[in-house]
């Protein structure tokens, strides 16, 4: 059965700081998503990596993919306070269902 | 932009009840899913539905839930006795799949709330 590892589950940094998510999945699959959720809300989409070495970046937030380590990136660079909230790296297997982690909360201190 | 809708936005009921939850995916949708999220946890598949038939279900979506798409537009979840383990938000979710089109749209869930 397929296992999606987030870590770490938690995060408290400064503003203007950098760090990186880390996602660990347990078996083959050629497309992983990351998703942003705030309290309460829906699940929005972030980026959708396709393939290996696929890098993608949206204003602070970059995103890869390393399929043959099974293993996805979220760096967050000079982070600010308005990207607090729920992060989720979840694998697409075929299609027929997504396979989410557990998520990690990230609370960005002003 | 297209999108998909759910009603109700929060639903409160007493355990034993049933209920329906429901959703209108992107219209040029072919797939329809069901995932479900406890207070706090990750998001969990439930079930996925493709031409008037479940294509694959996971062990939560045991003989209390079913699904429907009684019309067009609509596709349905409904759970025939609530327990208090149910409470959640339920997020559909549609998809395309054609044209290597895969990815899934969500909804903006509803909040189930069993007391």
């Known amino acids: 059965e397929l296992k999606v590892e987030q870590n770490p589950l938690f995060l408290s940094m400064q503003e203007g700081k950098n760090y990186t998510i880390y996602c660990n999945y347990s078996t083959t699959s050629d497309r992983l998503y990351w998703y942003r959720q705030d309290p309460g809300k829906s699940l929005e989409s972030l980026f959708v990596?396709?393939?290996?070495?696929a890098v993608k970046q949206e204003g602070r937030l970059m995103a890869s993919l390393d399929t043959k380590a099974r293993l996805s990136t979220l760096h967050i660079t000079a982070a600010v306070h308005d990207l607090s909230a729920t992060y989720f790296c979840?694998?697409?297997?075929?299609?027929?269902?997504?396979?989410f982690g557990k998520g990690t909360r990230l609370h960005i201190l002003p | 932009e297209p999108e998909v809708t759910q009603t109700p936005s929060h639903q409160v009921t007493q355990m034993g009840q049933e209920v329906i939850l429901r959703c209108v995916p992107i219209s040029n949708h072919l797939y329809f899913y069901w995932y479900r999220q406890i207070l706090g946890q990750k998001v969990e598949f439930l079930v996925s539905f493709y031409n008037n038939e479940i294509s694959e279900k996971s062990e939560i979506f045991d003989d209390q839930f079913s699904v429907e798409r009684p019309d067009g537009s609509n596709f349905t979840l409904k759970i025939r006795s609530t327990k208090l383990e149910d409470s959640a938000m339920y997020f559909c979710?549609?998809?395309?799949?054609?044209?290597?089109?895969?990815?899934?749209?969500f909804g903006p869930g509803t909040r189930l709330t069993v007391t």
């Open positions: 979840a694998v697409d297997l075929r299609g027929d269902k997504i396979i």
């Open positions: 979710a549609s998809s395309v799949r054609q044209f290597g089109l895969r990815e899934q749209y």
């Open positions: 990596l396709l393939s290996n070495g």
